[in-house]
């Protein structure tokens, strides 16, 4: 019989692994993470409780029906393509290198409509963007 006391073996805790898996958590996060990005448009919304304002500058008032058909300034465009509210909106705008673009939309109108009349401002380099709203009662 072996009644010799055995010394205890020291105990070893290896914490490679450990830095291993915290650092590809940490590339995971960073690789995966959404940074702010930046908009294309910037859209001013008016607020719908607001009050009317006058100004003197020049406004292009784009109304899309529920169809998606556009009219501007009065005058209705006779197709929806991209190409003739480019137009129309070019001619109105004239020597005028930022006007005020006014989108009044039909509660039943497309999205893609008023995404359309959107892109047509933005191409054509105007950046005051804003949406006409009723007032509610």
Avoid: C, W
């Amino acid at each position: 019989m072996n009644f010799r006391h055995k010394t205890p073996e020291d105990l070893d805790v290896n914490i490679t692994p450990l830095i291993d898996v915290v650092f590809l958590l940490l590339i995971f996060f960073m690789v995966s993470t959404t940074f702010d990005r930046q908009s294309e448009l910037n859209i001013e919304l008016p607020e719908a409780s607001g009050e009317i304002s006058e100004t003197e500058a020049l406004d292009i008032e784009v109304f899309i029906g529920p169809k998606g058909e556009y009219t501007i300034n009065g005058k209705t465009l006779l197709n929806t393509q991209i190409e003739s509210l480019l137009r129309a909106m070019r001619e109105v705008a004239g020597d005028n290198k930022e006007p005020r673009v006014i989108i009044s939309a039909d509660k039943n109108a497309t999205h893609q409509s008023v995404m359309t009349a959107m892109d047509a401002a933005r191409q054509l380099g105007f950046l005051h963007i804003t949406f006409a709203a009723v007032k509610p009662e």
